[in-house]
C-alpha cells in the first residue's frame, strides 16, 4: 500500500484508479448514510476522491489511508448535507439527563434483526440522530471524534448517540412487533 501512495503522491493516475477501485464501495456507503440519497452520496464520494489526490502530499501516514480517506468523505458529505438540505433545519438538542446514562446495546446485536432493517430505521431517524448514531455505531468513532466532526460538544455528542439509539431500540421494536403480527395473520 506504501508504494501505491506514493506513486499516487507523484500524480500516477493507474495508482490513483486502483486506490479508487480499492475504497469506493466504502466510501459511497459511508456517504450514503449520512446524506440519505443515492445521487448527492455519489457526487460527494467523486469529490472526496478529487480532493485526496490533490491533498495527497499531507497524508502523512499516522493513520491508515482508508481511515484518512473517510475522514474526507465524512466532512464532505456533511459539509453537503448543511449545503443542499431542503427541509427545515433543526436544532441540536443539548440536554442530557445523565452522564453515566448508557442505552443498553444488545437490541442491536439480536440475531434475529436483519441489517437491512437496521439499515432502514436508521435512514428514517432525523438527521442528527442519523449521523450521530452513524458515525458511532458503523464508522466506530468515539464520542470526542463525533463531537470534532458534527461540530457539537462532547456532552452534545453523547446525547444525541444515546437519543439515537434509544429511538432506534424503538423502530426496531415496533418493526418486531410488526412483523410477528404479520406472521400470525399469514396462518
Same mark, same amino acid.
Given at each position: 500500500?506504501?508504494?501505491?501512495?506514493?506513486?499516487?503522491?507523484?500524480?500516477?493516475?493507474g495508482?490513483?484508479?486502483?486506490?479508487?477501485? %480499492?475504497?469506493?464501495?466504502?466510501?459511497?456507503?459511508?456517504?450514503?448514510?449520512?446524506?440519505?440519497?443515492?445521487?448527492?452520496?455519489?457526487?460527494?464520494?467523486?469529490?472526496?476522491?478529487?480532493?485526496?489526490f490533490?491533498?495527497?502530499?499531507?497524508?502523512?501516514?499516522? @493513520?491508515?489511508?482508508?481511515?484518512?480517506?473517510?475522514?474526507?468523505?465524512?466532512?464532505k458529505?456533511?459539509?453537503?448535507?448543511?449545503?443542499?438540505?431542503?427541509?427545515?433545519?433543526?436544532?441540536?438538542?443539548?440536554?442530557?439527563?445523565s452522564?453515566?446514562?448508557?442505552?443498553?446495546?444488545? @437490541?442491536?446485536?439480536?440475531?434475529?434483526?436483519?441489517?437491512?432493517?437496521?439499515?432502514?430505521?436508521?435512514?428514517?431517524?432525523?438527521?442528527?440522530?442519523?449521523i450521530g @448514531?452513524?458515525?458511532?455505531?458503523?464508522?466506530?468513532?468515539?464520542?470526542?471524534?463525533?463531537?470534532?466532526?458534527?461540530?457539537?460538544s462532547?456532552?452534545?455528542?453523547?446525547?444525541? @448517540?444515546?437519543?439515537?439509539?434509544?429511538?432506534?431500540? %424503538?423502530?426496531?421494536?415496533?418493526?418486531?412487533?410488526?412483523?410477528?403480527?404479520?406472521?400470525?395473520?399469514?396462518?
Amino acid at each position: 500500500m506504501k508504494e501505491l501512495i506514493a506513486r499516487c503522491k507523484k500524480g500516477n493516475k493507474g495508482a490513483q484508479m486502483e486506490i479508487y477501485k %480499492k475504497y469506493f464501495h466504502a466510501m459511497y456507503n459511508t456517504s450514503y448514510r449520512i446524506l440519505n440519497n443515492q445521487y448527492e452520496a455519489e457526487d460527494v464520494m467523486q469529490e472526496a476522491f478529487l480532493a485526496a489526490f490533490t491533498k495527497m502530499d499531507s497524508y502523512k501516514g499516522e @493513520v491508515t489511508f482508508g481511515a484518512w480517506l473517510k475522514r474526507i468523505v465524512i466532512n464532505k458529505s456533511i459539509t453537503a448535507l448543511k449545503k443542499y438540505k431542503q427541509t427545515e433545519t433543526h436544532s441540536l438538542e443539548i440536554a442530557y439527563e445523565s452522564s453515566d446514562e448508557e442505552i443498553d446495546n444488545s @437490541v442491536f446485536l439480536s440475531d434475529d434483526l436483519n441489517v437491512k432493517v437496521i439499515l432502514d430505521c436508521i435512514q428514517k431517524l432525523k438527521e442528527n440522530y442519523r449521523i450521530g @448514531v452513524t458515525l458511532h455505531l458503523i464508522e466506530g468513532y468515539d464520542y470526542e471524534e463525533i463531537s470534532s466532526i458534527m461540530n457539537i460538544s462532547y456532552d452534545n455528542s453523547r446525547a444525541i @448517540v444515546s437519543r439515537a439509539k434509544g429511538k432506534l431500540r %424503538k423502530m426496531l421494536i415496533d418493526n418486531s412487533e410488526i412483523s410477528l403480527d404479520n406472521r400470525f395473520k399469514r396462518k
